[in-house]
């Protein structure tokens, strides 16, 4: 059985996936202004994201995007950081892996 897509509830729908294209690469291929997007990764994953005026996910949600490698966790800390997001470096835990607040209230984690 394969996942289809998941939804995440943003506070800013345009904030959240300009995000995820610029740093994740993923495609927006429909949206509704701020109110509803629908992305896809290179897989075919389908990830959704619907405007909401309060964002409440438990503290430990996050959404992640493994790498093939800790050259690229570094890129992307690095290119987040210079871009203004509050980043602490990648530590060695469960794998090489940050974590970022995205724009609309969601966590990402960045791994290999």
Not at 13 to 25: M, Q, W
Request: charged share 20%.
């Amino acid at each position: 059985m394969k996942l289809n897509h998941l939804n995440l509830t943003v506070t800013d729908v345009t904030a959240a996936r300009k995000f995820l294209e610029t740093y994740f690469d993923m495609t927006c291929e429909g949206s509704r202004g701020n109110n509803f997007a629908v992305m896809f990764d290179d897989n075919g994953f389908v990830l959704t994201l619907m405007s909401g005026k309060e964002v409440n996910y438990p503290k430990t949600f996050h959404i992640g995007f493994p790498q093939e490698n800790e050259a690229k966790v570094n890129k992307i800390n690095q290119r987040l950081k210079e871009d203004g997001f509050d980043v602490k470096p990648p530590v060695h835990s469960h794998g090489y892996t940050f974590y970022v607040k995205a724009p609309g209230g969601f966590t990402v984690e960045v791994v290999c």
